[in-house]
């Protein structure tokens, strides 16, 4: 009877170290510009803080941050250490950063390259506009040893080729950097709606995480607000996506329409999902 209570404590001790809750959130919090006029950072920065550290991400993917507003995160995420350069290099330009609880996550290896047809020098690839970046992170659970990785980037809102490459370039990366074949996950403003081309690139090696929670996704359909709190929210161009390669289950999936007085903390909605991680 000792011997089979053992076993069981045995294999409950390694399913747990097995399985752990990740959660993860894409989050575009609109840059710094006080043209926003009552939408302005300054105005919105506090409760924009306010709701990460209420939903406790264990990784968070910002898009449009720029270096005053990493700075601001930075000093205000209590217990949150980020990674990450500006798409003009270093602290120049907006990042597509990545925070990371760091009591609870280690990062094992971290870089970022430009979405382009040169990913490792600053450049703006194929019909962009503008320099476009994806950053990316290999993390370790201190506690269960579970390993992922979270790529989180930023797609052009102009070129219509670059986008599809884009899509095609991560992917291309993951398989590269993915040699132990655990768990991977992208984040991201990827401005293209859920019947793209490059949407459906991407579906070729990952599962969009809406399509998968088993109650369904939570909140508005759409996730880009424009700031306009009196309009429906229905236009999804924010994802976090899950590779088909692991057996992680998405347990549940939200699009976040919190507010305060009236006003949104950012023009996009952050997309939350909280993920069964085990290899």
Not at 88 to 96: H, K
Request: glycine share 6%.
């Amino acid at each position: 009877m000792k011997t089979l209570l053992y076993t069981l404590i045995f294999v409950f001790s390694i399913t747990g170290l097995c399985a752990q809750e990740l959660g993860l959130m894409s989050y575009n919090i609109r840059l710094a510009t006080e043209s926003d006029g009552e939408n302005a950072w300054s105005k919105r920065k506090e409760f924009l803080k306010n709701q990460v550290l209420f939903y406790g991400p264990d990784v968070m993917g910002v898009q449009e941050a720029l270096p005053e507003q990493m700075d601001y995160l930075n000093h205000n995420l209590t217990g949150y250490k980020h990674i990450g350069v500006g798409r003009e290099g270093e602290n120049q330009g907006e990042f597509s950063a990545l925070f990371y609880n760091a009591d609870k996550l280690e990062v094992l290896k971290s870089d970022t390259f430009w979405l382009s047809e040169t990913p490792e020098v600053i450049s703006t690839g194929w019909d962009a506009a503008l320099p476009r970046i994806c950053t990316y992170a290999l993390f370790k659970d201190k506690t269960t040893q579970e390993k992922f990785y979270v790529f989180n980037t930023h797609f052009d809102h102009v070129g219509v080729e670059a986008r599809k490459e884009s899509a095609a370039l991560i992917l291309q990366k993951m398989t590269e950097l993915n040699t132990e074949n655990v768990a991977v996950f992208l984040t991201g403003d990827l401005n293209l709606e859920p019947d793209s081309d490059p949407i459906a690139v991407l579906k070729t090696k990952l599962f969009d995480t809406n399509e998968l929670a088993p109650r369904g996704a939570f909140g508005p359909s759409g996730t880009f607000n424009g700031f306009k709190f009196d309009k429906p929210v229905i236009r999804r161009i924010d994802y976090i996506f899950q590779g088909k390669g692991n057996t992680s289950q998405v347990l549940k999936h939200a699009v976040l329409s919190d507010s305060k007085d009236l006003h949104y903390a950012s023009d996009h909605l952050p997309v939350y999902v909280l993920i069964k991680l085990q290899s």
